[in-house]
C-alpha cells in the first residue's frame, strides 16, 4: 500500500512498498544543476533527493523514483504533487528561502493519510515547524469543524466524523466536497470520515477543504490479548522438585503480536505446584491446575507432581568429543523429571529442556539440579572442519543501473534493475565471461522479482512505480530465451505494485503492495492471465514483503507480523490454491519478516531492518541488519523457534539451501555459505558454522556505486525442474550487477550426527 509505506521508501529507489524503516535501499545520485535535499518526517526514512527550484516551480530528474508532475511556489507557500512508486502525494506547506514545511496528503486505495515533512537542502536544519493550525483558514473558508470533536475510542473500534464548514461570512455550506486524512501511525480513515485506529495513543482525524483543515484529537486505548502462544511443552506430569520456565508470546484483538505480553500466572494449589515469575516449581506430590491469564485469553493445565525417586545422573552424555554446533539431547535418571538445567561455563548454552550445544572448543560441565540433587556431566568438544573458499568465476557488468533479483536457468541469467525499466538478460554458457543477449525495457522503475517456470517456458517480472500507475505482473516467453518476448501483462488486482513472485505449476502467487495480501494468478494460458484465489492476514498495517511455495505449503514473509505457513494443497488442512488455510503463524525477537525458504525440518526466515544510518563509518547511506532465524517445522501447526545465524554490521536478504549449505546474500556482508546439515540450535555463527564468505567490491568502472557490497541473492544454475546443475553459483550485487562463483568446500568434510 502506498500511506505509511510510501514513507520509506517512496523517496528512495525503494525495494518494494512495506512498513515504515524495513525496506530502505542505496543512496540517490544528485544530477549537476540539482541540490541535494533531505526529506524528514514521521516514517520516512530516506537518503539526499535532487529537487531545484526554478522561479514558481519545483523541478525533478524526469527519471526518477520521486517526480514533481504540478508545482506553484509563492512567496511563504508551496504546492506541488508528486509521482511515487504506488501513487501519488500532494504537498501544502510553507516556503522560507529554499526550504518547505508542511503536510504530505497520501490517498491510495482505501487509505488517506496526511503526514507532516520539511524538505531541507543537505547539511542544514530544518527551520520550518509544520503546524496544522496555519492552515485553519484559507481564501473562502474561515473554519472547518470536526463532529463530534475530540473522542476516545478502542483499538480497533470504528467512529464515523463529519466535518462543517463556514465561509468567510460565517455562513456554513451546504454540501462541501471534503477530503478525510488520519494523522498518525496506525491510524486510518475512509472518504466518508470513518476513522480506524490500532496503535494507542493520541491520533487525529483531519477534514480537508478549499486549502484549510478541521482537526480533532483520537485517543486510541491500549489493544488487548485475545490469545496466548505457549511454545513450552508443559507435561501433565512432573517430578517433585522440577523447574519448568513458561516461554509465552500473546496475539492482541488486531492479530498483531505481543512478545511480553502482561500475564497473569495462578497454580489452584502452590503447595503442589508454584510460580516464580515465568517458571514452574513442583514442590510435592498432588493435584495442581495452572492457569495463564492476560486480558481476554486463558490457558490452563492440570499437572499431577510425582515423587522423585532414585539417585539423580545425566545421561545421554556422548563418549567422544562431538563438533561445536553438534546438538547433544540429554535427560536424568529420574522419570518425569524437568531439573534447572545449566552450563557452568561459557561459550556453550543448554535449554530447559537438556538440550545442549556449544559455540566453543573445550570441555564444557552441565549441571542438572533436581530439588536439593545436584548432578553434573562433562562434554568435550572440538572445532568443526577448516573454512572452505570461494573462487570468483566472472562478472556481469552493469555500471548504468542498480541490479535486484536474479533467476539462473538453461544457461541464461535474467536479472531484475531499479530505476532502469530493464530485464536483463545474460547468457553465462561461459561462467567466466557473462554476455548480456537481452535488455528489454518497460514502464516499472522498480523490477524487483524475476522467476522462470519450472519447464522453463515463461518468465514473469514484477512491476513497482510504473508512469501510468499500472503495475502487476509481466509475463514473457522463453522460446528464444537469449532474447525473452513479453506476451501479457496482468494488472487487473495488481494495480498498486508486486513486489515477489512465486512460481508453483502453471499458478503465479503473487505479493500485492496494495492490499498486504498473497494472490494467486492462473498462467495456464500464458496470454491471458486471471486470478483464482487470494489471501491475507486480518491484521491491520499489515504489509506481505515475500512468499515462497514448497510441496503444496505456502510460506508467507509478513514484515511485522511475522512468518506465516499457509496450506495451499500440501499440508493436509483441505486447503487449495484457490482458499488456502492457515496451518499456523510464529513471531520471534527481531524482524521485520523479509523471506523464507523450507529445508529439510526448517524454515529459515531472514529480517531486513533498515532502521539505522551512520554506524559503520565506511558505510553511506543506509546500513541494513537482520539475521537468518531458524524455525523448526516437524509439525507445521507448532512451528518453534530454535536458532539464528548472524552476521555482526550485516543484513540478511535473500538465499538458497542446497546440499545442507545456506547461500545468502547478505547486503554488506557479501556472499555467505553455512553448513545447516544435522539438527540446528543455537548461534551459528558463533559455532563456526561458516564454511566460506566473500565481498565482491567493484572498483568505478566496474559497479553503480564503487567499493560498496550489497549482494541481493544466490542461486545455482536450474535446469528444467529446477534441478541444480554444475558447480557454479551467481549472485547479483545492487551496486555492481551479476557475479558468478564456485564453493571449495572443507577437505574433512562429515556430517553431523
Known sequence: ?????????????????????????QDIPIPEGFTAYIVQGPGINAPPLPFRIEGQRLITPPDGMVTVVESRIESDRATFTLNVPGGTAEFIGRRQRDEFGGFLLIVEEDERDIVPVTFTPAGREPAIEPDMADYARAPGVSRIDVVPGDARLDAGEQRRFVARVYDESGNELRTPEVQWYALGQRASVDTDGVFFGTGSGTKHVVAFYGGAFGVAAVEIAEPTIASLVVYSDVPSRLAAGSRLPLSIHGLDNLGRWDLEPELAIASSDPSVVAVEERTLVAKRPGQATV???????????????????????????PRAAVRTGEVVRLSTSIADARPLWAVADGGAEIDAEGVFVAERAGEHVVVATLGSQVATATIRTEPRAASGRIHMAGHGLNTGTYTSDLWPQNRYVYVGTHQANQLRTYDVSDPTTPVLTDSQGFDARVVNDVKVSADGQWLVATREGAADRRNGILVFSLAAPARPQLVSEYTETLTAGVHNVFWNGPLVYAVNDGTGDMHVIDLSDPASPKEIGRWGIDAPGKSLHDVWVQDGVAYLSYLGNGLVILDVGGAGMGGTAEKPVQVSRIFYPGGPTHSAIRHGDYVFVGDEDFSLTGTVPSVTGSDPRGPVHVIEVKDLAHPRYVGKYEVPEAGAHNFWVQDDKLYIGYYQGGIRVVDVSGELKGDLYDQGREIAHFLPAAGPEESKKAFSPRVWGVFPMFGNGWQPQGETFYATDYNSGLWSFTVELPQEEEPIS
Open 1 to 25: 500500500m502506498l500511506s505509511r509505506s510510501v514513507l520509506a521508501v517512496a523517496f528512495v529507489t525503494a525495494a518494494s512498498l512495506v512498513a515504515p524503516a524495513t525496506s530502505r535501499s
Open 291 to 317: 492457569t495463564l491469564t492476560a486480558d481476554q485469553a486463558t490457558e490452563s493445565y492440570p499437572i499431577e507432581v510425582v515423587a522423585a525417586r532414585g539417585a539423580l545422573a545425566i545421561s545421554g552424555v
